[in-house]
T-cell receptor, first 113, second 115 residues
């Protein structure tokens, strides 16, 4: 069974630009969560999507948004990038049936210059 | 909201010794406590988890204990090996509430196993 796939693995963007990251969950998983990982703040929850609906949201500004498609694939978008948005963005998928384990992808390393 | 504290931030052990990492949580509604191992350049990997109706769970060299009254849980790694060197994260969640699959993570422990 394939794991969680995130694309791209690395991105370099300029301040003020916007970026879209993609996540394909484990087959059959309908819940996708996004996390930001930085050395200073650690792992922080961004939002969770379940069946194309945002189920929960963390404390991030509105520049951070996401969506989920009918095949459970998810994208997150960051607009008007700031230097502080440089981070590893991680996606996790969970199955609503029989367990709540969250399985992470390898992440997208975003560098804002 | 939930707050998870993790100690120590770094841990150096000799190969073959045991390693213990401790976490405390603040929200008594939390009922699911996973542990993740993250190696350089990779995403966190779930290594063991425990639910609030269980006090201890073991999987080969890894065990987790939970004290609901004190709101703390611990990861124990016995007979450590060099491949156990990584950053370990604890997390807490209320899987029955509106929070869905939101995980609140501790700050991480960098474990170094010296051969």
């Amino acid at each position: 069974k394939a794991g969680v796939t995130q694309t791209p693995r690395y991105l370099i963007k300029t301040r003020g630009q916007q970026v879209t990251l993609s996540c394909s969950p484990i087959s059959g998983h309908r819940s996708v969560s996004w996390y930001q990982q930085t050395p200073g703040q650690g792992l922080q929850f961004l939002f969770e999507y379940f069946s194309e609906t945002q189920r929960n949201k963390g404390n991030f500004p509105g520049r951070f948004s996401g969506r989920q498609f009918s095949n459970s694939r998810s994208e997150m978008n960051v607009s008007t990038l700031e230097l502080g948005d440089s981070a590893l963005y991680l996606c996790a998928s969970s199955s609503p049936v029989g367990g709540t384990e969250a399985f992470f992808g390898q992440g997208t390393r975003l560098t804002v210059v | 909201g939930e707050n998870v504290e993790q100690h120590p931030s770094t841990l150096s052990v000799q190969e073959g010794d045991s390693a213990v990492i401790k976490c405390t949580y603040s929200d008594s509604a939390s009922n699911y406590f996973p542990w993740y191992k993250q190696e350089l350049g990779k995403g966190p990997q779930l290594i063991i988890d425990i639910r609030s109706n269980v006090g201890e769970k073991k999987d080969q060299r890894i065990a987790v204990t939970l004290n609901k009254t004190a709101k703390h849980f611990s990861l124990h790694i016995t007979e450590t090996q060099p491949e156990d060197s990584a950053v370990y994260f604890c997390a807490a969640s209320n899987v029955d509430g509106a929070a869905g699959n939101k995980l609140t993570f501790g700050g991480g422990t960098r474990v170094l196993v010296k051969p």
